[in-house]
């Protein structure tokens, strides 16, 4: 067994094939990443549902993509 980065491989184990794990592990680094606020800089800025993009400390809210948002 190989062993290397594959954290957010945890719960698929060897099922599926390799390149549905290589993009759902590209999906969900890009979501689990850390953002900055667009309007206060801090970063607590994530995702409260699918295409909706809040930042817990200023409130700010913006509809994005559903797993990254562009601003």
Not at 13 to 32: A, E, I, M
Not at 46 to 60: L, M, P, Q, S, T
């Amino acid at each position: 067994m190989a062993k290397g980065k594959s954290a957010s491989l945890k719960g698929l184990g060897q099922k599926y094939g390799l390149k549905p794990r290589k993009k759902y592990t590209s999906v969900h680094r890009q979501l689990k990443a850390q953002r900055k606020c667009p309007e206060c800089g801090s970063e607590k800025f994530g995702r409260e549902a699918v295409g909706i993009w809040i930042c817990k400390k200023c409130n700010f809210k913006v509809a994005g993509l559903a797993y990254d948002v562009k601003l």
